[in-house]
Nanobody, 124 residues
Framework: QVQLVESGGGLVQAGGSLRLSCAASGRTVSAYAMGWYRQAPGKEREFVAAISWSGSTTNYADSVKGRFTISRDNAKNTVYLQMNSLRPEDTALYYC?????????????????WGQGTQVTVSS
């Protein structure tokens, strides 16, 4: 089993920044790919970003490219999502996720474990 706990969400004005953290425990999560997903009210959960176990490979949704950065610290079993130039449309519940392979981390249907989510609200 793997436990994921997100933190860092909150209320921010448009153009502002937030840094989300996800602390993982349980199995050797440093060997797992990690990802961030989000779900806005009335919408389906969508992919935001993913990172390979080594941190050498990353992928982003087109809507966040150039504004968000995913990173990880395997010594701390933690993955981060730095979010800059936030927009009202970024408002959502953000979930941390992990998968056995990087490819599996890119699709919600193949995620192995989910966190409980942290709310991000961007005001205009």
């Amino acid at each position: 089993q793997v436990q994921l706990v997100e933190s860092g969400g909150g209320l921010v004005q448009a153009g502002g920044s937030l840094r989300l953290s996800c602390a993982a425990s349980g199995r050797t999560v440093s060997a797992y790919a990690m990802g961030w997903y989000r779900q806005a009210p009335g919408k389906e959960r969508e992919f935001v970003a993913a990172i390979s176990w080594s941190g050498s490979t990353t992928n982003y949704a087109d809507s966040v490219k150039g504004r968000f950065t995913i990173s990880r610290d395997n010594a701390k079993n933690t993955v981060y999502l730095q979010m800059n130039s936030l927009r009202p449309e970024d408002t959502a519940l953000y979930y941390c996720a992990t998968a056995r392979t990087y490819r599996n981390a890119l699709t919600s249907g193949t995620i192995d474990y989910w966190g409980q989510g942290t709310q991000v609200t961007v005001s205009s």
